[in-house]
């Protein structure tokens, strides 16, 4: 099962859906824009326990794929509709250092690392479509393969003699062990990620489509497993609005 990869699975799917019904099966394309964060109460410890980080602050991304329609029963209120999508998600978080910490730059009292990451994901939401007219209403679990990640970092030097704050450019930031990793850095993230996906969207009779739609985390994306703190949890939350257009394929 691990073999398979988002666009197999679909590609499997195609022939089963139209033996079911050829006028029925439709293919599109789609793409949107993404308001993605981080969100669980591990956050706070997200750059190691030496630091207090802020509430997550959400990141811009995209989202784009394929999308299918599978309808189910007669009268077309009702369509099962997987995707193969490939998304930005991320986070960007501030994490001042607390009293716990325990190496500091020379000359410094403090030192804040403001974080953005963008984790980027091949998504396979696999949803059930309720229509009514034009409008419909959809819901269903997402499976995500984490493909890479990409960090920056501005870091705040708080001096001893008169309180100055001195702010840089970073491509480094700390991880939730308290290491320096560089801005491709993904090790700490997990592969897998299990999302619930509810949204509602328009779709006119020519195929054109706009959708808002909201994905949550039902899994942690940092991988803490091998270490003593097992009890970092951070989920990933996107807010996505979507275009896109669709057309039937079989006889009809």
Known sequence: MKYLTPLALLLMAAPLAQAQDPNGFRLGLKAGATYANAVGGGVKNIASSQYTSSRA??????SAGLTFSIPVGGGGWFAVAPEVLYTRRGYHVNSPSNSTITTLPSGSRGIEYQTKRYLHYFDLPILAHLKTGNFFFELGPQISWLQGAKASSDVALTAT?????TTTGSNQFPD????LQGESYKSDLRQLDYSGVVGLGLQSRSGLSVTLRYSRGFRSFLDSSGDDLEQIKVYNSTLSLQAGY???VGKR
């Open 57 to 62: 602050r959400g990141v811009v991304g995209y």
């Open 246 to 248: 669709s057309l039937p």
């Open 176 to 179: 939730f062990t308290n290491t």
């Open 161 to 165: 003699a008169n309180g100055d704050v």
